[in-house]
């Protein structure tokens, strides 16, 4: 896929194509905090991970912290569940609460949606950069603010806004199931290892391919999509392959089958970086 001096991966869409651009999220993290952090770049869309230096690893504690927060999370939503319509989450846990706690809690899930929705704006912005837009960091925030405000008043007084929602999420899964399947195969061909200073180097870089552009990466990312959307099941959309496959929605094998012809095609071509040092 697309690579640059700010690529957004090894195979990813380009991210700035000129050193006037603002910087990619990649590339802070790539020469952010003394270079404790080593960039790992995706194979087809451009995506970016924070792995830690030849030696380290994710310790026990770290691992388990993540993994207990989580099941009680669930656990509680499993639990309020069974005492009353959680429906609506909000409203449905809001009558579990005591009510000198009520306020506090509506207070609570006023600010994590704000505080989120910054987050997502943000990343928002990253992610038309990465694609080359030439817009200021300031610039893309507002107009991603912009277009994701009058999506919502849509959704919210012209449809129902949790049947809209859902039915948007249902058709991602045609890109990101076909897209993880490359990106994961890559990250595990190479096992994590990549060249960061080449991930930046440019058309004198290793990632450059043909003009920036993995061959690979990009066709199998169009077959995995392709396989993805004719095995879709959604309420928007529907594959013809549904049917008759007797209804089966095999939307998530994009990830396998993407991820096998990716392998197929860039074996012989795709290796661990080493360090000659």
Request: charged share 10%; proline share 7%.
């Amino acid at each position: 896929m697309r690579s640059s001096q700010h690529p957004s991966g090894p195979h990813g869409l380009s991210a700035s194509r000129s050193a006037g651009h603002p910087p990619t999220l990649s590339g802070r993290l790539s020469r952010g905090a003394d270079h404790r952090l080593r960039t790992v770049r995706g194979a087809a869309l451009g995506m970016t991970l924070a792995c830690p230096r030849p030696g380290q690893v994710i310790g026990p504690r770290g691992a388990l912290g993540g993994f207990v927060s989580s099941v009680a999370l669930g656990v509680a939503g499993v639990a309020a569940a069974t005492q009353t319509d959680m429906t609506d989450a909000v409203a449905g846990t809001e009558q579990l609460l005591p009510g000198w706690f009520q306020p506090l809690f509506l207070a609570l899930v006023l600010g994590g949606s704000v505080t989120n929705s910054i987050v997502t704006l943000y990343s928002s912005s990253l992610n038309l950069q990465a694609l080359g837009v030439p817009w200021r960091r300031s610039k893309a925030i507002a107009i991603s603010a912009a277009v994701t405000a009058a999506g919502s008043l849509c959704a919210l007084f012209l449809t129902d806004f949790t049947s809209s929602l859902l039915s948007f999420l249902s058709l991602l899964i045609t890109v990101f199931a076909p897209w993880g399947g490359v990106f994961l195969t890559d990250m595990l061909m190479r096992r994590c290892h990549y060249d960061p200073p080449a991930l930046h180097a440019g058309p004198d870089g290793a990632y450059w391919y043909r003009s920036g552009y993995h061959p690979a990466g990009v066709a199998v990312l169009l077959v995995g999509m392709a396989f993805a959307a004719l095995t879709c099941d959604s309420e928007l959309w529907t594959g013809p392959l549904v049917v008759p496959l007797g209804g089966a929605d095999l939307t998530l094998l994009g990830s396998l089958v993407s991820g096998l012809v990716y392998w197929m095609l860039a074996r012989r071509a795709v290796a661990p970086h080493t360090d000659p040092s």
